[in-house]
């Protein structure tokens, strides 16, 4: 009965965080949108942030972009990588290679 207990207890606290989650990535879309209109740097900060929260949701280290990601995956000859770091590189050529972190995510060979 306890560990039945915990386990809502601790279920009803990640319900919590969640819903404490959602009203901050409603702030902060607002907060970007507010940034991108008046033409400061927070924009590009939070744009990252969401990046990386994207890359954690997909199973990538919470501390690193989706292109990082992407750039090692590349060189490693992933599909998914190479596909989406061409389409990335009609933006910004070379892009996935530049926005490679060594020090995040899986390691380089």
Do not use: K, S, V, Y
């Given at each position: 009965?306890?560990?039945?207990?915990?386990?809502?207890?601790?279920?009803?606290s990640l319900l919590a965080i969640w819903l404490l989650c959602q009203v901050a990535a409603a702030v902060a879309s607002a907060w970007m949108l507010l940034a991108i209109v008046t033409g400061s740097r927070r924009a590009w900060t939070l744009a990252v942030s969401y990046d990386q929260l994207a890359n954690a949701a997909f199973g990538g280290h919470e501390?690193?972009?989706?292109s990082s990601r992407a750039g090692k995956a590349a060189r490693r000859g992933k599909r998914w990588a190479c596909v989406l770091c061409r389409l990335l590189?009609?933006?910004?050529?070379?892009?996935c290679e530049k926005a490679?972190?060594?020090?995040?995510?899986t390691a380089l060979r």
């Open positions: 009965m306890r560990t039945l207990q915990r386990a809502i207890g601790q279920r009803l501390d690193e972009t989706i590189d009609r933006l910004d050529p070379g892009h490679i972190e060594p020090d995040r995510g």
